[in-house]
DNA sequence: TCAAAGGAGGACTTCTAATG
DNA sequence: CATTAGAAGTCCTCCTTTGA
């Protein structure tokens, strides 16, 4: 795992080995030189032990003060991307062992300061929730950030590691936006200091119904080029790919990835003889939901991404004054 | 070792809203 | 109504990784 603190060391430097050079003393002979020689003896060593402790914080100028947190008094970030299959991989029950066999987390998490003396992770999920489970205390640093220096060093961190997959880093730019901290996806991309239409493409991925996801054995599975194909395959005929999907989900042992993306692609040439009508809503191109009359006389909307609480309150009241009409 | 797949990023096109 | 700027999406290329 890279590490922006690399070459850091984080161990105390050693204590100065150095040893004062004897000095030839001339010997006064009245009490006024006496004191003078005292005064400028003191003088001298003064300014030797100001150069010494000089020396000794230059060792530390860089360096990151760290402390040891109990997990408990830690917040997962609202931002988090972690899937919780990543916490059943092998990887992470390595990086678990690593953690109990060294006592704790050697290379610290980031948090910040939130209220009732509590902490909001802005990197370092997976080494918290390996102390978590080994009952250690977690070595973190702590620094104050506002929202969007929390997001844009959380994807930092993030990327520096190349392990987030395509779909977990959507749902991640997903959020981002959703929250008002960047007005548009070109915006996020220019901050994090990414491609526009890889973010483009991981927010399709983000986007797709959660029964697709659920299709796979792990959204982890997910790519990037599958975005597109996945989305066309599902406007095409929502019912039939949910129906798909669901049948996908509750296949033991799961297909594989690339068997379930086949599966869930050829649904659109395999449409039903009597297809439900599918009303595609789009926000500037972008297709945001789909009402679907189905046979039996409902009819569903499915939005393609999480609604605020706001936004559901201002659906709540839309849909009551329709039916009221 | 080599071919295939995955991922990143640039260039281009399309669409929409604002403005004169 | 034409123009322009901004945003999103698509296509393509290049580099890296992976597996046979």
Known sequence: MKSKFKGIDWTAPAASTEVSTPVTKHNPSTAPGAEFQRV?????????????????????????????????????????NRHETNFESVEFASLREEIKSAGGNVQPIKVRPIEGGRFEVIFGHRRLEACKQNKLDVLAIVEDLDDQALFVEMDRENRSRKDLSPWEQGVMYQRAIQEGLFPSIRKLAEALGVDHGNVSKSLTLAELPNELVDAFASPLDLQYRWAKPLREAYLANPEASIASAKKLASMSPKPTPAAVFATLISIDVAKPKTAAKATKITAGKRAVATITQGKTGSTEVHFQMQLSDSKIKVLTKFIQELMND
């Not at 030797?48 to 830690?74: D, F, M, Y």
């Open 40 to 80: 400028a003896d003191t003088r001298s060593q003064m300014l030797k032990e100001n150069e010494s402790l000089k020396a000794q914080v230059e060792l530390w100028n860089g360096a990151v003060p760290t402390r040891k947190i109990p997990t408990n008094l830690i917040l997962r970030s609202k931002y988090a």
